[in-house]
């Protein structure tokens, strides 16, 4: 029997899962993620569309919105675990990440999971039978929760230099839970540390209802956003210490990879500029 499907923010890791099990199929693929692949197998693609309360019609347009925006937003990421290579990544709000799956990391690295239980059983249960490709550990709380103490009960070492992905993450919180993440991170981190995050301009429930109307998955997903942080990443990172490295967008990253940019995340087009930002210290 196939696991349950998590519901709230958990739901939108399927969404993620299902385009990188998309890309993973495709004959020029940025990647090839066995776990996304795994979930497919197991759940199905359409599951991926529907908000956990409805009915399982429709359900389409928030990934056809989305066009190539997930797999380029992966290859950021997994570029900066690529060229940190600390000992250390931790993945907030990690869903269904797949990357202990599929990264080649130094050997030694360990790369800790933080989410809710229930997405993390559910996480296991779709990788029963998946061999990993570095160490990792998940942590199971919510991150309104105290945690930092639970991921050092996990293991996690704040004198040894960490990687931090905020992948997908800030769009759900309000600006003081933004500021409250980013300091507790900061606290943790030794130097030679780098963290990356995105970042919106504006409302992304909006800039998707703009461009494809509204269905079941666009309104689930319009309850679940929040505003983000209280400023641009130069600043808001700089404010803690951090001294920015790369600063960059999606329609520019899609550009470099040879992939189309979704309208949503095209300025010139009405969309939203999304930003993808890393910084060390």
Known sequence: MAPTIPEGVGWTA???????????RRPDALFHDPLA???VERIGEQAANVPPDADGEGGGDLTAAMGDFLPVRTCFFDRVVAEHAT?????????LDGRAYRLQQPEGTVIFEVDVPEVLAFRDAIAEGLTPTVAHRGVGIDLREDWPAAL?????????PTTWLLEGLLIYLPADAADLL??????LSAPGSA????????DPAAAV????GSDPAITEFARLVDEGPPDVPTRWLGSRGWALDEWTTVREQARALGRPVPAIMDPDRDGMDTWLARAHR
């Open 37 to 39: 692949e795994a979930l």
């Open 195 to 202: 963290v990356a995050v995105e970042y919106t301009d504006r």
């Open 14 to 24: 399927l969404v993620v899962s299902a385009q990188r099990a998309a890309e993973s």
């Open 87 to 95: 000992p250390q990544v931790v993945i907030l709000a990690a869903g």
């Open 152 to 160: 050092r009960a996990g293991g996690f070492d704040p004198a040894v």
């Open 209 to 212: 209802s703009d461009h494809v």
């Open 182 to 187: 980013l300091d507790r991170l900061t606290e």
